[in-house]
């Protein structure tokens, strides 16, 4: 867009361009959005400090901020963390913007590493929880070897090796609980056999042989 307004004048001289580069440059709605922008600037926890402190820079320039203002206000832009360990190295006034920095980028490279292991602990401990939990539900309970296994009761009353009465069958009736002698639904046997007579041994009588 410069360009073309430039073209469309030929006869523009050395200072009208330097008049229009100031217009574009020195824009102060420039400034102020900057000053906008470094009021809301904000590190955000265990990012790269180099990437953050050269936004800084940029927009320090851009509102024209004073270089003695650089290290309180950088400090203002830190999270949590590493602002509190900073907080020592802001009011030493023997430290310059440029060695403020140099400390803080050691602080935040610590302060990350610490925070990835940390992450790292948690995330194993949560996949041995999980494998723990999946292992139980799909592994059967286990009996000790050293427990015996239970046998079923046997019945009372029943002496062992035998049958227990309510297993028994009637060979008369065909029920069980009882056996033949002692079948309720067996008839009495009424009838009476006839004995034969038996013949006799002979033996000598002493009155027929007196006779003879």
């Known amino acids: ?7 469309a004048d030929h ?19 420039r400034r102020f959005k900057a000053k906008d922008q470094l009021a ?3 590190m955000k926890p265990f990012s790269d400090f ?4 050269s936004e800084f820079t940029r927009l320090a320039n851009l ?8 290290k309180e206000d950088l400090h203002n832009t ?11 190295y802001r009011s030493n006034a023997h430290i310059n913007f440029e060695e403020y920095c140099n400390i803080a980028q050691e602080m935040a490279y610590g302060l990350k590493q610490e925070y990835e292991e940390s992450r790292e602990r948690r995330e194993m401990k949560q996949r041995q929880r999980t494998q723990t939990r999946n ?7 286990q009996t000790s070897a050293s427990s015996p296994t239970p046998q079923p009761a046997k019945p009372q009353g029943a002496p ?4 227990p009465r309510s297993e028994i069958t009637c060979f008369a009736c065909g029920k069980k609980g009882h056996i033949q002698p002692n079948c309720p639904e067996r008839k009495p046997n009424t009838s009476v056999k006839a004995v034969e007579p038996t013949e006799l041994p002979a033996h000598n009588d002493p009155d027929s042989a007196s006779e003879n």
């Open 78 to 88: 830190l999270y949590s963390k590493l602002k509190s360990a900073m907080i020592l």
């Open 11 to 29: 006869r523009s001289s050395s200072s009208e361009l330097i008049e229009l580069l100031g217009k574009r440059f020195n824009d102060p709605h």
């Open 135 to 141: 292992d139980s539900v799909t592994k059967p309970p």
């Open 1 to 7: 867009m410069l360009f073309r307004s430039l073209e």
């Open 40 to 42: 809301k600037l904000a």
């Open 63 to 70: 509102s024209r901020l004073a270089r003695e203002q650089w």
């Open 160 to 163: 062992e090796g035998r049958k």
């Open 50 to 53: 180099s990437t953050h402190v």
